[in-house]
């Protein structure tokens, strides 16, 4: 369903494991960086009353699991560590078309959206099945139903609001840069790190 072009080496999910205050610090920040974007695209895109009004309640679920992992973070003792640059996300977003037009930018934010979506997803599988806090491992599951629904959605309305542009084709080209892109991360204790 996700498309991606390289899977995760479920090596990652050890490193994680081994570094769960870092790999909980990050993830709270993404959740925050993902209820922003979405309200980025909202501001850039507010004719668009559909996508309005459910990437409004996207923003809000993503403050949520922001909050939810910030709850872990403080029930385990940890702290919420400072916010770090997420290497991963910037590298991706060099591909993004950002001298386009306004429509052919939305369509770019939104399968940027949907690809960064896929990979937390495939990543929060990874850690679902594989590490052995239980607690964890269900929270990780519930989170990988939520970001399948999050990618769909974003692919929905880029086909949807882009019907003069090759979608598919614009969505194919990501998925190549990202395969290659993510050859160099999964070795460290972040999200997409």
Same mark, same amino acid.
């Given at each position: 369903?996700?498309?991606?072009?390289?899977?995760?080496?479920?090596?990652?999910?050890?490193?994680?494991?081994?570094?769960?205050?870092?790999?909980?610090?990050?993830?709270?920040?993404?959740?925050?960086?993902?209820?922003?974007?979405?309200?980025?695209?909202?501001?850039? #895109?507010?004719?668009?009353?559909?996508?309005?009004?459910?990437?409004?309640?996207?923003?809000?679920?993503?403050?949520?699991?922001?909050?939810?992992?910030?709850?872990?973070?403080?029930?385990?003792?940890?702290?919420?560590?400072?916010?770090?640059?997420?290497?991963?996300?910037?590298?991706?977003?060099?591909?993004?078309?950002?001298?386009?037009?306004?429509?052919?930018?939305?369509?770019?934010?939104?399968?940027?959206?949907?690809?960064?979506?896929?990979?937390?997803?495939?990543?929060?599988?990874?850690?679902?099945?594989?590490?052995?806090?239980?607690?964890?491992?269900?929270?990780?599951?519930?989170?990988?139903?939520?970001?399948?629904?999050?990618?769909?959605?974003?692919?929905?309305?880029?086909?949807?609001?882009?019907?003069?542009? #090759?979608?598919?084709?614009?969505?194919?080209?990501?998925?190549?840069?990202?395969?290659?892109?993510?050859?160099?991360?999964?070795?460290?204790?972040?999200?997409?790190?």
């Amino acid at each position: 369903m996700l498309h991606l072009k390289l899977e995760t080496d479920p090596r990652w999910a050890r490193i994680a494991e081994e570094h769960i205050e870092e790999i909980l610090t990050d993830h709270a920040w993404c959740e925050q960086k993902a209820a922003t974007n979405a309200i980025t695209i909202i501001t850039h #895109n507010s004719q668009y009353e559909d996508l309005v009004t459910d990437l409004l309640e996207l923003a809000k679920e993503e403050l949520e699991h922001f909050q939810m992992v910030h709850n872990i973070i403080k029930e385990r003792g940890y702290t919420l560590g400072r916010e770090r640059k997420d290497h991963y996300v910037n590298q991706l977003y060099k591909f993004m078309n950002t001298g386009g037009n306004r429509l052919q930018s939305m369509v770019d934010r939104l399968l940027f959206s949907a690809m960064i979506e896929a990979r937390s997803c495939e990543r929060f599988k990874l850690l679902s099945q594989n590490i052995k806090d239980k607690e964890l491992a269900k929270f990780y599951h519930d989170l990988m139903i939520s970001e399948a629904g999050h990618y769909t959605l974003f692919i929905t309305y880029a086909r949807k609001y882009g019907k003069d542009i #090759n979608v598919d084709k614009r969505w194919k080209e990501l998925v190549e840069f990202e395969g290659q892109l993510i050859r160099s991360y999964g070795t460290s204790e972040t999200i997409h790190g």
